[in-house]
């Protein structure tokens, strides 16, 4: 079983920036996707990116150009750089990470960062 421990989060201004990282207990090549989402109150948990082993990238639309993910490979550690935040971006992000076992996918999760963005 994959453990993943989130950290970075806290609160923030609107227009500043904060990096999220999330570690892994194993070595992030047996993980297929590692992906950050994030939940509002009220709210359903939505994506918002996600990077492939072979280093593809996904975004959601109400992020692109403001926050990047990337990793490093020698940590088994995931980023999301996060830039231009706004109060809308105020949420509990979590961690996520997709591991093939056994022809079925398995997915975990971090205990999850608040991030909290004032006006």
């Known amino acids: 079983q994959v453990q993943l421990v989130e950290s970075g989060g806290g609160l923030v201004q609107a227009g500043g920036s904060l990096r999220l990282s999330c570690a892994a207990s194993e070595t992030i090549f047996s993980i297929s996707v590692m992906g950050w989402y994030r939940q509002a109150p009220g709210k359903q948990r939505d994506l918002v990116a996600s990077v492939t082993t072979g280093g593809s990238t996904d975004y959601a639309d109400s992020i692109k150009g403001r926050f990047t993910i990337s990793r490093d490979s020698a940590k088994n550690t995931v980023y999301l750089q996060m830039n231009s935040l706004k109060p809308e971006d105020t949420a509990v992000y979590s961690c996520?990470?997709?591991?093939?076992?056994?022809?079925?996918?398995?997915?975990?999760w971090g205990q999850g960062t608040q991030v909290t963005v004032s006006s």
């Open positions: 996520s990470a997709d591991v093939p076992k056994s022809m079925r996918l398995y997915r975990y």
